[in-house]
């Protein structure tokens, strides 16, 4: 079992208001990605990070930001939440620098916005 | 944003029968290839992996099998079990040197005991 952490584990906001999401790992991964998903859809990438202070947009466009201070460390900021940003958002890591290999997922965070 | 109802492929099986899930990829400069499972409520979980140049591997009850000419992943579980039901995803990796894996559209598994 990878050790990666989401939280909140379900997050109920209303429009307008800023969140943040939290990801972290513990295996010193230098790879960190997000992930949106639509409950019964498939993943779509949305940021990733190949090391402290890098940042990239991924395939899916998103309101979303996100920053890589620490390893460990990558949180995604929605400055002002949407009903259309409702989504499952799943964090990730890599171990596999320059390399191929499994991402390994945390367990989400839901997101409703009202 | 949330879409309503399911989209997904679904496959019924009884516990025992051997379980064929099919994806079909989309970028053919893909150079590796990965099975996840879903369980409801959790992220995404690691099955197997297949490099491109390779067509075949095995692990402890499933098996991938790669055809690049057509562009297709089958994921194949031995003696599926109930605890095999959930969400299967085939995931490629398009990005080549920048690392990205792009997700296929899942297929629910259901076992009946």
């Known amino acids: 079992e990878a050790d990666i952490y989401q939280t909140p584990r379900y997050l109920v906001i209303g429009t307008g208001k800023k969140i943040t999401l939290e990801c972290s790992q513990t295996?010193?991964?230098?790879?960190m990605y997000w992930y949106q998903q639509d409950p019964g859809m498939e993943l779509h990438l949305i940021h990733y990070?190949?090391?402290?202070?890098?940042?990239e947009k991924g395939d899916l466009s998103s309101e979303s930001t996100v920053s890589r201070i620490r390893t460990e460390h990558f949180p995604l900021t929605l400055e002002s939440a949407r009903p259309s940003h409702t989504s499952q958002y799943l964090c990730?890591?890599?171990?596999?620098?320059?390399?191929?290999?499994?991402?390994?997922f945390g367990n989400g965070t839901r997101l409703t916005v009202t | 944003g949330e879409s309503v109802g399911l989209h997904l492929p679904t496959l019924s099986v009884q516990e025992g029968d051997n379980s064929i899930i099919n994806c079909a990829y989309s970028?053919?400069?893909?150079?590796?290839f990965i099975w996840y499972k879903q369980e409801s409520g959790k992220g995404p979980q690691f099955i197997i992996d297949?490099?491109?140049?390779?067509d075949k591997r095995q692990g402890q009850r499933v098996t991938v099998l790669l055809n690049k000419t057509v562009k297709h992943l089958s994921l194949q579980i031995a003696a599926t079990q109930p605890g095999d039901s959930a969400v299967y995803f085939c995931?490629?990796?398009?990005?080549?040197?920048?690392?990205?894996?792009?997700f296929g559209k899942g297929t629910l598994l259901t076992v009946n005991p």
């Open positions: 990730a890591s890599s171990d596999r620098t320059g390399g191929l290999g499994p991402l390994h």
């Open positions: 295996m010193g991964h230098d790879k």
């Open positions: 990070s190949y090391g402290v202070n890098s940042t």
């Open positions: 970028n053919s400069a893909s150079d590796y």
């Open positions: 297949i490099r491109s140049n390779m």
């Open positions: 995931a490629e990796n398009s990005g080549g040197s920048n690392y990205k894996l792009t």
